[in-house]
T-cell receptor
Framework: GEDVEQSLFLSVREGDSSVINCTYT??????LYWYKQEPGAGLQLLTY?????DMKQDQRLTVLLNKKDKHLSLRIADTQTGDSAIYFC????????FGTGTRLQVFP | DAGITQSPRHKVTETGTPVTLRCHQT?????MYWYRQDPGHGLRLIHY???????DKGEVSDGYSVSRSKTEDFLLTLESATSSQTSVYFC??????????????FGEGSWLTVV
């Protein structure tokens, strides 16, 4: 079956690193994504990683993929208050399956 | 912004009434999608379209129908709204289909309350 799981909530201090975790079940996923949703808005694609990669870095964002454990993580370096949002991971086989979202709260 | 307009943005309707949500895009993307977002469920695909008059069901299609008579417009209809259809509805577009790594762009959402 297809299931993507995330922890519901993460709270970090401004300037620290945030790590948001995700587990998925479909080993045939070709792409895995991270989306950001700010209050009252739609989802914005942050980054994605192809299944034959282990890591992808994009400025403050680092994505790690452990295919053996079907585990995906998003690390945000130097977290800012503007990073406060809900973060969704999604796996992509023949359709896009979203996790339930992790609400990141950044406090001063 | 990806050039996606959803209307209405907010609507309150009564149980049993029909409701149509509209998604309009200016990007000429082939694929269009309707998702619903509910607490604890993330986003779930209702229906999608891969061209004019070409549509298919998603994982939560019961109680919904769609139509796409023009490339730029994708309509979602609730024939007889129920309280379980209270949700936030998102339209999305992409140039190629899911599974290709192509970016999927989302609209701003339509908040629907069925009382």
């Amino acid at each position: 079956g297809e299931d993507v799981e995330q922890s519901l909530f993460l709270s970090v201090r401004e300037g620290d690193s945030s790590v948001i975790n995700c587990t998925y079940t479909d080993s045939s996923s070709t792409y895995l994504y991270w989306y950001k949703q700010e209050p009252g808005a739609g989802l914005q694609l942050l980054t994605y990683i192809f299944s034959n990669m282990d890591m992808k870095q994009d400025q403050r964002l680092t994505v790690l993929l452990n295919k053996k454990d079907k585990h995906l993580s998003l690390r945000i370096a130097d977290t800012q208050t503007g990073d406060s949002a809900i973060y969704f991971c999604a796996e992509n086989t023949d359709k896009l399956i979203f996790g339930t979202g992790t609400r990141l709260q950044v406090f001063p | 912004d990806a050039g996606i307009t959803q209307s209405p943005r907010h609507k309150v309707t009564e149980t049993g009434t029909p409701v149509t949500l509209r998604c309009h895009q200016t990007e000429n993307h082939r694929y269009m999608y309707w998702y619903r977002q509910d607490p604890g469920h993330g986003l779930r695909l209702i229906h999608y379209s891969y061209g004019v008059k070409d549509t298919d069901k998603g994982e939560v299609s019961d109680g919904y129908s769609v139509s796409r008579s023009k490339t730029e417009d994708f309509l979602l209809t609730l024939e007889s709204a129920t309280s379980s259809q209270t949700s936030v509805y998102f339209c999305a577009i992409s140039q190629t289909g899911q599974g290709t790594g192509n970016t999927i762009y989302f609209g701003e959402g339509s908040w629907l309350t069925v009382v």
